[in-house]
């Protein structure tokens, strides 16, 4: 991977940090969104030791801010001509309803309308760097449905519930996505890295944090099949799959639905101004 061009957000702990080392293992060139530039460049820093690859940078961008990340973009496109692999793996899961800097309910923006806009931003660049590929991180509890009638949580929010409908929704995008870019050299999968030991249950309650502590996987065993969707040359033709432990799988019903999903989107394009 040594002439690609990789870029990824939630790299600071985690799946991601792992998947961002193993990365640069192979040589890539890797980008990495952050809210905070000191540990921005911890774990720049941290990344160029660990995998002997000085082509390490960050961007400065909020998930939670469409903003933020309309800028990080255009930084982006400053840098660089083109764009080989897009990991959307940051996510979030709320204990308490909050609401991202645009008004929106948090977890909804954070881990759905986010990826949603800097996907769409970055599509030129990924279509000049084709064959490119986009990995959209999910997760197994994706299980439900799209609530319309209240996206936002507004009258009973459940944070479970809302990270679920935002992971069915990645799913949904995913396939929606695969469909438009037909014949463009880009493809674009998700993943289910399982439960691991990540902060992604930092705002939940007490019992659900010791549960993540508990069951969930070390962050390099839940970074491997991100690493073999963004590494592996068997996987040049394969889009609009839903990956776990390396292998496609089924996914819910709902997640094939592609009313649902044409649904989504155009809600989606509304939200973003896109």
């Known amino acids: 991977m040594e002439d690609k061009i990789v870029l990824i957000t939630g790299v600071t702990s985690g799946i991601g940090k792992e998947t961002a080392r193993a990365l640069a293992g192979f040589g890539a060139t890797v980008v990495f969104t952050t809210r905070d530039e000191l540990r921005g460049k911890n774990t720049k820093d941290e990344l160029i030791k660990s995998s002997n690859n000085k082509k390490i940078d960050f961007l400065n961008c909020d998930l939670a801010s469409f903003d933020s990340i309309r800028n ?12 080989h692999v897009l990991i959307n793996n940051a ?11 645009d008004g929106i309910e948090n977890i909804f923006a954070t881990n759905y309308l986010g990826p949603f806009l800097m996907t769409n931003l970055l599509l030129d660049v990924l279509k000049k760097g084709s064959p490119s590929r986009i990995i959209n991180v999910t997760s197994g509890m994706h299980y439900g449905t799209i609530n319309f009638d209240d996206i936002e949580f507004k009258q009973k929010f459940s944070g479970a519930k809302a990270y679920r409908q935002s992971k069915l929704g990645l799913i949904l995008f995913t396939r929606l996505l695969a469909k438009k870019l037909e014949g463009t ?6 993943v289910h890295p399982g439960m691991n030991k990540t902060n992604l249950g930092r705002d939940a309650s007490g019992f659900s944090r010791a549960i993540f502590k508990l069951m969930g996987k070390d962050p390099k065993i839940g970074a491997e099949t991100s690493i073999y ?11 609009g799959e839903y990956f776990a432990k390396k292998e496609i799988h ?8 592609m009313n649902l999903a044409e649904r989504l989107w155009d809600l989606s394009i509304r939200y973003v101004d896109l």
């Not at 996510?91 to 800097?101: L, N």
């Not at 040359?233 to 889009?239: P, Q, R």
């Not at 089924?250 to 639905?257: A, F, G, L, T």
């Open 91 to 101: 996510a979030v899961w709320d204990f308490k309803r909050r609401e991202s800097k």
């Open 229 to 239: 969707l963004a590494s592996s040359s068997d996987l040049e033709n394969i889009t």
């Open 185 to 190: 050299g880009v493809v674009v999968n998700c």
């Open 250 to 257: 089924k996914s819910s019903k709902e997640s094939y639905d």
């Open 72 to 83: 990080c973009c255009k930084e982006f496109k400053s840098k660089y001509n083109k764009l």
